[in-house]
Each structure stands twice: as C-alpha cells, then as structure tokens.
C-alpha cells in the first residue's frame, strides 16, 4: 500500500528533508510550539505532530524515516502518517520555516 502511495504522492522514498531555519524562535509549551519569525514578525503555533515533523527538518533524515516515525509514535495509518507530513512539510516551506538543500 505505502508503494502505491508514492506513485501518487510527491515524495520519493530516498527524498531528504528540509533544513529548519535556524534564526526561528521557538517556545514549547504542553507539546505545543510557537515559532516566532522576526524576518516576518509572524508567530506560528505547531501541534505536537507538526511539531514533530518540524523538528525532524534536517537534510540528513530521510521523509520516509520522519513518516515511519509518525506511524510509530501517533499511532496512525500509513496513508494518514505520509498525507499528514507531506501537508505539513508543504505548508513549511509555504511559509518559509524550512530550507529545500
């Protein structure tokens, strides 16, 4: 199922993730985040599961690896885990809290 998934999907299964940004403020409060942006001055509130995939933002883990992790710790459906943060990294870079390298 994952493999027709992919043949849908924009990701790839050896695709990186991004880089975050590393001039971001961020408060964690209850598993909750809030990202302060100054380049924009707008804040963002992050769930815990954006909040997760947010953290994994380093170009050394694989998307498949974060979307293996989601599955794992929310304990949610293949399908659900890969919609969920491919959105979530969309919405990122959509914003500009992530670095494609």
Known sequence: MTQEY????SHKTDERM????DDLTIHC????ALVFDAVTANTH?????????WE????????????T???DTFDVHS??????VER???ELKDLQLVIDE
């Open 69 to 71: 992790r989601m599955i």
């Open 56 to 67: 994994a933002c380093e170009p050394n883990q694989k998307v498949e690896e974060v979307v």
């Open 18 to 21: 991004p880089r975050r940004r």
């Open 29 to 32: 409060v209850d598993g909750d």
């Open 6 to 9: 992919h043949a849908l999907g």
């Open 45 to 53: 509130h992050f769930n815990e599961t954006a909040l997760a995939i």
């Open 88 to 90: 979530v990294l969309k």
């Open 79 to 84: 399908e659900d885990a890969h919609a969920h």
